[in-house]
Protein backbone atom coordinates (compact mmCIF):
# COMPACT_ATOMS: atom_id res chain seq x y z
CA UNK A 1 0.00 0.00 0.00
CA UNK A 2 2.71 2.20 0.64
CA UNK A 3 4.82 2.03 -2.36
CA UNK A 4 1.33 2.53 -4.00
CA UNK A 5 0.48 5.52 -2.60
CA UNK A 6 4.45 6.69 -2.96
CA UNK A 7 3.76 5.86 -6.95
CA UNK A 8 0.97 7.79 -7.45
CA UNK A 9 1.99 10.62 -5.39
CA UNK A 10 5.39 10.67 -7.35
CA UNK A 11 3.49 11.13 -10.75
CA UNK A 12 1.00 13.46 -9.13
CA UNK A 13 3.21 15.51 -8.00
CA UNK A 14 5.50 15.72 -10.48
CA UNK A 15 2.54 16.29 -13.11
CA UNK A 16 0.97 19.01 -11.11
CA UNK A 17 4.00 20.87 -10.54
CA UNK A 18 4.96 21.17 -14.41
CA UNK A 19 1.82 22.01 -15.02
CA UNK A 20 1.19 24.91 -13.22
CA UNK A 21 4.76 26.08 -14.17
CA UNK A 22 6.67 25.61 -10.21
CA UNK A 23 9.49 23.64 -12.55
CA UNK A 24 10.81 22.66 -15.15
CA UNK A 25 10.28 19.26 -16.35
CA UNK A 26 14.07 18.88 -16.70
CA UNK A 27 14.66 19.89 -13.17
CA UNK A 28 11.14 18.28 -11.54
CA UNK A 29 12.46 14.69 -13.67
CA UNK A 30 15.50 14.65 -10.78
CA UNK A 31 14.31 16.39 -7.79
CA UNK A 32 10.78 14.71 -7.59
CA UNK A 33 11.42 10.83 -7.60
CA UNK A 34 14.65 11.68 -5.31
CA UNK A 35 12.43 12.85 -2.59
CA UNK A 36 9.82 10.51 -3.14
CA UNK A 37 12.48 7.54 -2.84
CA UNK A 38 13.54 8.90 0.27
CA UNK A 39 10.56 9.69 2.02
CA UNK A 40 10.34 5.63 0.99
CA UNK A 41 13.40 4.84 2.48
CA UNK A 42 15.22 3.90 -0.35
CA UNK A 43 18.34 6.10 -0.24
CA UNK A 44 20.73 3.66 0.50
CA UNK A 45 20.25 2.12 -3.07
CA UNK A 46 18.80 5.10 -5.24
CA UNK A 47 22.06 5.55 -6.56
CA UNK A 48 21.59 2.34 -8.06
CA UNK A 49 18.22 2.67 -9.41
CA UNK A 50 18.94 5.88 -11.06
CA UNK A 51 22.25 4.46 -12.62
CA UNK A 52 19.75 1.48 -13.95
CA UNK A 53 17.46 3.91 -15.47
CA UNK A 54 20.09 5.87 -17.21
CA UNK A 55 21.72 2.81 -18.50
CA UNK A 56 18.28 1.73 -19.75
CA UNK A 57 17.22 5.06 -21.78
CA UNK A 58 20.55 6.39 -22.97
CA UNK A 59 20.03 4.48 -26.41
CA UNK A 60 16.57 6.71 -26.79
CA UNK A 61 19.10 9.78 -26.17
CA UNK A 62 21.58 8.83 -28.53
CA UNK A 63 19.39 7.83 -31.17
CA UNK A 64 17.37 10.77 -30.67
CA UNK A 65 20.71 13.29 -30.79
CA UNK A 66 21.58 11.75 -33.91
CA UNK A 67 17.73 11.84 -35.47
CA UNK A 68 17.79 15.45 -34.77
CA UNK A 69 21.48 15.33 -36.44
CA UNK A 70 20.02 13.79 -39.37
CA UNK A 71 16.86 14.72 -40.14
CA UNK A 72 18.83 18.35 -39.78
CA UNK A 73 20.92 17.71 -42.42
CA UNK A 74 18.33 16.95 -44.99
CA UNK A 75 15.86 20.39 -43.90
CA UNK A 76 18.87 22.07 -44.62
CA UNK A 77 19.19 19.95 -48.14
CA UNK A 78 16.06 20.59 -48.89
CA UNK A 79 15.12 16.62 -49.25
CA UNK A 80 11.45 17.43 -48.05
CA UNK A 81 10.60 20.91 -50.41
CA UNK A 82 8.84 19.12 -52.62
CA UNK A 83 6.44 17.53 -50.52
CA UNK A 84 5.89 20.81 -48.19
CA UNK A 85 5.97 23.35 -51.32
CA UNK A 86 2.67 21.28 -52.13
CA UNK A 87 1.07 21.46 -49.03
CA UNK A 88 1.99 24.80 -48.62
CA UNK A 89 0.40 26.18 -51.53
CA UNK A 90 -2.79 23.53 -50.54
CA UNK A 91 -3.41 25.70 -47.88
CA UNK A 92 -2.51 29.14 -48.93
CA UNK A 93 -2.95 31.74 -45.74
CA UNK A 94 -6.04 30.00 -44.37
CA UNK A 95 -5.62 29.11 -40.85
CA UNK A 96 -8.14 26.37 -41.28
CA UNK A 97 -6.12 24.79 -44.33
CA UNK A 98 -2.88 25.16 -42.49
CA UNK A 99 -4.17 23.03 -39.47
CA UNK A 100 -5.60 20.21 -41.09
CA UNK A 101 -2.01 20.16 -43.97
CA UNK A 102 0.03 20.20 -40.54
CA UNK A 103 -2.42 16.75 -39.40
CA UNK A 104 -1.80 15.52 -43.48
CA UNK A 105 1.95 16.02 -43.57
CA UNK A 106 2.00 14.50 -39.53
CA UNK A 107 -0.08 10.90 -40.45
CA UNK A 108 2.21 11.21 -43.82
CA UNK A 109 5.61 10.97 -42.06
CA UNK A 110 4.31 8.87 -39.41
CA UNK A 111 3.71 5.82 -41.51
CA UNK A 112 7.93 5.15 -40.20
CA UNK A 113 6.24 4.57 -36.91
CA UNK A 114 9.12 7.11 -35.33
CA UNK A 115 7.87 9.79 -33.92
CA UNK A 116 11.05 11.81 -33.45
CA UNK A 117 11.12 11.67 -37.27
CA UNK A 118 7.63 13.01 -37.51
CA UNK A 119 7.66 16.09 -35.06
CA UNK A 120 11.08 17.21 -36.96
CA UNK A 121 9.37 17.14 -40.26
CA UNK A 122 6.50 18.41 -39.55
CA UNK A 123 7.81 21.23 -37.14
CA UNK A 124 10.46 22.68 -39.46
CA UNK A 125 7.73 22.60 -42.18
CA UNK A 126 4.85 23.86 -41.25
CA UNK A 127 6.23 26.35 -37.86
CA UNK A 128 7.14 29.50 -39.66
CA UNK A 129 3.45 29.36 -41.09
CA UNK A 130 2.14 29.57 -38.20
CA UNK A 131 5.02 32.28 -37.09
CA UNK A 132 3.90 34.70 -40.01
CA UNK A 133 -0.15 34.28 -39.58
CA UNK A 134 0.38 34.54 -35.26
CA UNK A 135 -1.02 31.59 -35.66
CA UNK A 136 -0.98 29.45 -32.04
CA UNK A 137 1.79 26.75 -32.36
CA UNK A 138 -0.15 24.44 -29.57
CA UNK A 139 -2.86 23.57 -32.79
CA UNK A 140 0.16 22.76 -34.44
CA UNK A 141 1.84 20.36 -31.59
CA UNK A 142 -1.42 18.97 -30.94
CA UNK A 143 -2.26 17.36 -34.16
CA UNK A 144 1.04 16.04 -35.05
CA UNK A 145 1.35 13.96 -31.99
CA UNK A 146 -2.31 12.77 -32.35
CA UNK A 147 -1.40 11.80 -35.97
CA UNK A 148 1.53 10.08 -34.78
CA UNK A 149 -0.23 8.10 -31.39
CA UNK A 150 -2.75 6.81 -34.33
CA UNK A 151 -0.03 5.99 -36.26
CA UNK A 152 2.16 4.38 -33.36
CA UNK A 153 0.11 1.36 -33.69
CA UNK A 154 1.90 -0.28 -36.90
CA UNK A 155 3.31 -3.45 -35.88
CA UNK A 156 6.97 -1.41 -36.40
CA UNK A 157 5.56 1.68 -34.18
CA UNK A 158 6.62 -0.41 -30.95
CA UNK A 159 3.25 -0.71 -28.81
CA UNK A 160 1.30 -3.38 -31.12
CA UNK A 161 4.84 -5.75 -31.06
CA UNK A 162 5.17 -4.96 -27.45
CA UNK A 163 1.61 -6.07 -26.67
CA UNK A 164 2.08 -9.48 -29.18
CA UNK A 165 5.25 -10.30 -27.14
CA UNK A 166 3.70 -9.93 -24.03
CA UNK A 167 0.61 -12.27 -24.75
CA UNK A 168 2.76 -14.48 -27.41
CA UNK A 169 0.10 -13.43 -30.20
CA UNK A 170 1.44 -12.76 -33.95
CA UNK A 171 1.68 -9.09 -34.31
CA UNK A 172 0.15 -9.26 -37.95
CA UNK A 173 -3.12 -11.04 -36.19
CA UNK A 174 -3.29 -7.84 -34.26
CA UNK A 175 -2.92 -5.22 -36.24
CA UNK A 176 -4.43 -5.55 -39.12
CA UNK A 177 -7.96 -6.14 -38.29
CA UNK A 178 -7.24 -3.20 -36.65
CA UNK A 179 -6.74 -0.76 -39.63
CA UNK A 180 -10.20 0.35 -40.28
CA UNK A 181 -10.25 1.39 -36.77
CA UNK A 182 -7.66 3.28 -37.32
CA UNK A 183 -9.12 5.29 -40.36
CA UNK A 184 -12.15 6.03 -37.98
CA UNK A 185 -9.62 7.76 -35.94
CA UNK A 186 -7.84 9.51 -38.65
CA UNK A 187 -10.97 10.75 -39.47
CA UNK A 188 -11.79 12.09 -35.96
CA UNK A 189 -8.36 13.28 -36.26
CA UNK A 190 -8.76 15.69 -39.61
CA UNK A 191 -12.54 16.54 -37.52
CA UNK A 192 -10.54 17.62 -34.48
CA UNK A 193 -7.92 19.53 -36.96
CA UNK A 194 -11.06 20.88 -38.81
CA UNK A 195 -12.50 22.78 -35.54
CA UNK A 196 -9.26 23.94 -34.43
CA UNK A 197 -8.20 25.75 -37.81
CA UNK A 198 -12.14 26.98 -37.80
CA UNK A 199 -11.15 28.49 -34.46
CA UNK A 200 -7.78 30.44 -35.43
CA UNK A 201 -9.57 31.57 -38.49
CA UNK A 202 -12.22 33.26 -36.78
CA UNK A 203 -9.44 34.50 -33.79
CA UNK A 204 -7.28 35.84 -36.59
CA UNK A 205 -10.13 37.74 -38.26
CA UNK A 206 -9.93 35.62 -41.32
CA UNK A 207 -14.02 34.23 -41.40
CA UNK A 208 -15.22 33.00 -44.49
CA UNK A 209 -18.61 33.51 -45.36
CA UNK A 210 -20.30 30.17 -47.08
CA UNK A 211 -19.68 30.00 -50.98
CA UNK A 212 -16.87 32.98 -50.78
CA UNK A 213 -12.59 33.13 -50.44
CA UNK A 214 -11.14 34.73 -47.51
CA UNK A 215 -10.99 38.53 -47.99
CA UNK A 216 -8.00 39.70 -50.14
CA UNK A 217 -6.66 41.90 -46.98
CA UNK A 218 -6.67 38.90 -44.77
CA UNK A 219 -4.57 36.96 -47.17
CA UNK A 220 -0.84 36.79 -47.45
CA UNK A 221 1.23 37.27 -50.11
CA UNK A 222 1.82 34.64 -52.46
CA UNK A 223 5.13 34.42 -50.82
CA UNK A 224 3.94 34.49 -47.23
CA UNK A 225 0.76 32.09 -47.95
CA UNK A 226 3.12 29.47 -49.50
CA UNK A 227 5.74 29.88 -46.88
CA UNK A 228 8.74 30.50 -49.15
CA UNK A 229 11.75 32.75 -48.05
CA UNK A 230 10.91 31.94 -44.36
CA UNK A 231 13.11 30.59 -41.53
CA UNK A 232 12.64 26.94 -40.57
CA UNK A 233 13.46 25.93 -37.51
CA UNK A 234 17.15 25.96 -38.12
CA UNK A 235 17.76 29.51 -39.07
CA UNK A 236 17.66 31.46 -42.42
CA UNK A 237 17.86 29.15 -45.51
CA UNK A 238 20.23 29.81 -47.82
CA UNK A 239 21.01 28.87 -51.80
CA UNK A 240 24.44 27.93 -50.64
CA UNK A 241 23.11 25.50 -47.63
CA UNK A 242 20.52 23.38 -50.15
CA UNK A 243 21.31 20.64 -52.42
CA UNK A 244 18.58 19.86 -55.28
CA UNK A 245 21.16 18.24 -57.40
CA UNK A 246 21.61 15.16 -54.57
CA UNK A 247 17.65 15.31 -54.20
CA UNK A 248 17.29 11.53 -55.43
CA UNK A 249 20.32 10.86 -53.43
CA UNK A 250 18.95 11.49 -50.34
CA UNK A 251 15.63 10.15 -51.12
CA UNK A 252 17.83 6.65 -51.36
CA UNK A 253 19.51 7.33 -48.41
CA UNK A 254 16.53 8.05 -45.95
CA UNK A 255 14.50 4.96 -47.70
CA UNK A 256 17.24 2.82 -47.18
CA UNK A 257 17.49 3.83 -43.50
CA UNK A 258 13.74 3.61 -42.90
CA UNK A 259 14.10 -0.15 -44.40
CA UNK A 260 17.10 -0.58 -42.10
CA UNK A 261 14.81 0.72 -39.13
CA UNK A 262 11.80 -1.27 -40.23
CA UNK A 263 13.59 -4.49 -40.88
CA UNK A 264 15.58 -4.22 -37.67
CA UNK A 265 18.99 -4.89 -39.34
CA UNK A 266 21.19 -2.67 -37.02
CA UNK A 267 20.29 -0.89 -33.37
CA UNK A 268 18.29 2.11 -34.21
CA UNK A 269 21.17 4.22 -32.39
CA UNK A 270 23.24 3.02 -34.28
CA UNK A 271 21.62 3.18 -37.37
CA UNK A 272 20.91 7.31 -36.97
CA UNK A 273 24.73 7.08 -36.53
CA UNK A 274 25.69 5.96 -39.32
CA UNK A 275 23.24 7.60 -41.51
CA UNK A 276 24.22 10.96 -40.05
CA UNK A 277 28.09 10.17 -40.81
CA UNK A 278 26.87 9.40 -44.31
CA UNK A 279 24.50 12.16 -45.07
CA UNK A 280 26.71 14.94 -43.89
CA UNK A 281 30.03 13.74 -45.97
CA UNK A 282 27.91 13.32 -48.69
CA UNK A 283 25.63 16.79 -48.69
CA UNK A 284 28.39 18.80 -46.87
CA UNK A 285 31.63 17.77 -47.44
CA UNK A 286 33.22 21.02 -46.69
CA UNK A 287 34.30 20.69 -42.54
CA UNK A 288 33.42 24.61 -42.54
CA UNK A 289 29.62 23.56 -43.26
CA UNK A 290 29.63 20.73 -41.52
CA UNK A 291 30.42 22.22 -37.72
CA UNK A 292 27.66 25.03 -38.55
CA UNK A 293 25.31 22.40 -39.27
CA UNK A 294 26.02 20.78 -36.44
CA UNK A 295 26.62 23.65 -33.85
CA UNK A 296 22.89 24.70 -35.20
CA UNK A 297 21.17 21.82 -34.20
CA UNK A 298 23.15 21.35 -31.01
CA UNK A 299 20.86 23.38 -29.06
CA UNK A 300 17.99 21.54 -29.76
CA UNK A 301 19.93 18.52 -29.69
CA UNK A 302 21.54 19.02 -26.08
CA UNK A 303 17.79 20.29 -24.46
CA UNK A 304 16.14 16.75 -25.53
CA UNK A 305 19.34 14.51 -24.43
CA UNK A 306 19.24 16.16 -21.03
CA UNK A 307 15.57 16.22 -20.55
CA UNK A 308 15.98 12.09 -21.21
CA UNK A 309 18.77 10.94 -18.88
CA UNK A 310 16.81 13.11 -16.55
CA UNK A 311 13.42 10.49 -17.09
CA UNK A 312 16.10 7.80 -17.39
CA UNK A 313 16.35 8.89 -13.05
CA UNK A 314 12.52 9.18 -12.98
CA UNK A 315 11.71 6.00 -14.48
CA UNK A 316 14.81 3.80 -12.76
CA UNK A 317 13.09 5.51 -9.37
CA UNK A 318 10.05 4.00 -10.12
CA UNK A 319 10.93 0.56 -11.21
CA UNK A 320 13.74 0.02 -9.14
CA UNK A 321 11.62 0.72 -5.45
CA UNK A 322 9.11 -1.51 -7.13
CA UNK A 323 6.29 1.55 -6.82
CA UNK A 324 5.32 0.60 -10.48
CA UNK A 325 4.39 -3.24 -9.72
CA UNK A 326 2.19 -1.82 -6.76
CA UNK A 327 0.74 0.75 -8.81
CA UNK A 328 -0.35 -1.79 -11.19
CA UNK A 329 -1.84 -4.54 -8.55
CA UNK A 330 -3.11 -1.93 -6.79
CA UNK A 331 -5.35 -0.89 -10.11
CA UNK A 332 -6.42 -4.28 -10.63
CA UNK A 333 -7.29 -4.83 -6.95
CA UNK A 334 -10.18 -2.00 -7.46
CA UNK A 335 -11.46 -4.43 -9.79
CA UNK A 336 -14.62 -6.28 -8.66
CA UNK A 337 -14.91 -9.74 -9.37
CA UNK A 338 -18.54 -8.62 -11.32
CA UNK A 339 -17.03 -6.43 -13.57
CA UNK A 340 -14.37 -9.57 -14.83
CA UNK A 341 -16.62 -9.95 -18.43
CA UNK A 342 -15.96 -6.17 -19.03
CA UNK A 343 -12.21 -6.66 -18.71
CA UNK A 344 -11.27 -5.82 -22.97
CA UNK A 345 -12.93 -2.36 -22.48
CA UNK A 346 -11.90 -1.74 -19.06
CA UNK A 347 -8.28 -2.93 -20.38
CA UNK A 348 -9.31 -0.22 -23.11
CA UNK A 349 -10.08 2.46 -20.72
CA UNK A 350 -7.07 1.61 -18.50
CA UNK A 351 -4.46 1.84 -21.05
CA UNK A 352 -4.82 5.87 -21.43
CA UNK A 353 -4.06 6.72 -17.86
CA UNK A 354 -1.89 3.80 -17.00
CA UNK A 355 0.20 4.10 -20.05
CA UNK A 356 0.61 8.01 -19.23
CA UNK A 357 1.50 7.23 -15.58
CA UNK A 358 4.07 4.34 -16.67
CA UNK A 359 6.42 3.06 -19.41
CA UNK A 360 5.17 0.73 -22.21
CA UNK A 361 7.19 -1.57 -21.15
CA UNK A 362 5.85 -1.62 -18.07
CA UNK A 363 2.23 -1.24 -18.59
CA UNK A 364 2.40 -4.16 -21.63
CA UNK A 365 4.82 -6.56 -19.95
CA UNK A 366 3.75 -5.65 -16.49
CA UNK A 367 0.21 -5.29 -16.45
CA UNK A 368 -1.48 -6.72 -19.75
CA UNK A 369 -0.21 -10.13 -18.63
CA UNK A 370 -2.31 -9.94 -15.84
CA UNK A 371 -5.44 -8.60 -17.13
CA UNK A 372 -4.91 -10.93 -19.86
CA UNK A 373 -4.96 -13.76 -17.48
CA UNK A 374 -7.99 -13.16 -15.49
CA UNK A 375 -10.00 -12.18 -18.92
CA UNK A 376 -9.49 -15.69 -20.08
CA UNK A 377 -12.13 -17.60 -17.77
CA UNK A 378 -14.19 -14.46 -19.42
CA UNK A 379 -14.15 -16.53 -22.77
CA UNK A 380 -11.68 -13.39 -24.30
CA UNK A 381 -9.01 -14.32 -25.94
CA UNK A 382 -5.48 -12.74 -25.72
CA UNK A 383 -5.68 -11.34 -29.39
CA UNK A 384 -8.41 -9.52 -28.40
CA UNK A 385 -7.21 -8.18 -24.79
CA UNK A 386 -3.78 -7.41 -26.79
CA UNK A 387 -6.39 -5.03 -29.50
CA UNK A 388 -8.06 -3.41 -26.55
CA UNK A 389 -4.36 -2.71 -24.72
CA UNK A 390 -3.33 -0.32 -27.52
CA UNK A 391 -6.49 2.08 -27.51
CA UNK A 392 -4.48 4.57 -25.50
CA UNK A 393 -1.31 5.29 -27.28
CA UNK A 394 -2.49 9.20 -27.95
CA UNK A 395 -2.71 9.76 -24.57
CA UNK A 396 0.08 7.78 -23.59
CA UNK A 397 2.05 10.50 -26.10
CA UNK A 398 1.27 12.76 -23.96
CA UNK A 399 3.26 11.47 -20.86
CA UNK A 400 6.50 13.09 -19.49
CA UNK A 401 8.21 9.33 -19.80
CA UNK A 402 8.15 9.58 -23.22
CA UNK A 403 11.24 11.09 -24.69
CA UNK A 404 9.77 11.93 -28.09
CA UNK A 405 7.29 14.55 -26.58
CA UNK A 406 10.05 16.80 -25.91
CA UNK A 407 11.63 17.02 -28.72
CA UNK A 408 8.16 18.39 -30.43
CA UNK A 409 7.96 21.10 -27.76
CA UNK A 410 11.47 22.09 -27.99
CA UNK A 411 11.17 22.46 -31.56
CA UNK A 412 7.54 24.07 -31.21
CA UNK A 413 8.73 26.45 -28.42
CA UNK A 414 6.03 26.10 -26.67
CA UNK A 415 5.75 24.78 -22.38
CA UNK A 416 5.11 20.95 -22.07
CA UNK A 417 2.22 21.82 -19.78
CA UNK A 418 0.60 23.89 -22.06
CA UNK A 419 0.63 21.29 -24.68
CA UNK A 420 -0.94 18.81 -22.05
CA UNK A 421 -3.49 20.93 -21.03
CA UNK A 422 -4.59 21.27 -24.69
CA UNK A 423 -3.97 18.25 -26.04
CA UNK A 424 -5.38 16.15 -23.46
CA UNK A 425 -8.93 16.54 -24.49
CA UNK A 426 -8.69 15.70 -28.07
CA UNK A 427 -5.93 12.66 -27.23
CA UNK A 428 -8.98 10.88 -25.11
CA UNK A 429 -11.19 11.97 -27.73
CA UNK A 430 -9.27 9.95 -30.56
CA UNK A 431 -9.08 7.12 -28.13
CA UNK A 432 -12.50 7.03 -27.39
CA UNK A 433 -12.98 7.29 -31.20
CA UNK A 434 -10.93 4.06 -32.07
CA UNK A 435 -12.19 2.11 -28.91
CA UNK A 436 -15.47 2.66 -30.24
CA UNK A 437 -14.48 1.70 -33.82
CA UNK A 438 -13.30 -1.38 -32.27
CA UNK A 439 -16.37 -2.25 -30.43
CA UNK A 440 -18.60 -1.85 -33.55
CA UNK A 441 -16.15 -3.86 -35.81
CA UNK A 442 -16.28 -7.12 -32.71
CA UNK A 443 -12.24 -6.63 -32.89
CA UNK A 444 -13.05 -7.27 -28.83
CA UNK A 445 -16.21 -7.79 -27.09
CA UNK A 446 -17.80 -5.40 -24.89
CA UNK A 447 -19.05 -8.24 -22.30
CA UNK A 448 -17.11 -11.69 -22.25
CA UNK A 449 -19.07 -14.84 -23.10
CA UNK A 450 -18.99 -16.28 -19.91
CA UNK A 451 -21.73 -13.26 -18.55
CA UNK A 452 -23.63 -13.81 -22.34
CA UNK A 453 -24.34 -17.30 -21.84
Known amino acids: MLLTLLGFGMVLTFMTLIMTRRLSPLVALIII ?48 DPVVGVILKLVKGDPLKIVMGSAALALLISLDGDGSTTYMITIASMLPLYKRLKMNPLNLTCVALLASGIMNLTPWGGPTARAASALHVDPGEVFVPMVPAMGLSIVTLMAIAFWLGLRERRRLGRVALPGEGLADAAVPSDDESTGEHLPTMAGAETAELRRPQLLWVNFALTTALMVALVLGLLPLPVLFMIGFAIAIVINYPNLAHQRHLIAEYSGNALAVVALIFAAGIFTGILSGTGMVEAMSRGLLSAIPPSLGPYLPSITALLSMPLTF ?17 AAQGYGISAVEMARASLIGQPVHLLSPLVPSTYLLVSLAGVDFGDHQRFTLKWAVLVCLALMGACLLLGLFPLVGQALAR
Open 33 to 80: PIVFALVGGFGPTMGTMMLDGIRKIAPTGVMLMFAILYFGVMIHAGLF
Open 357 to 373: FMSNDAFYFGVLPILNE
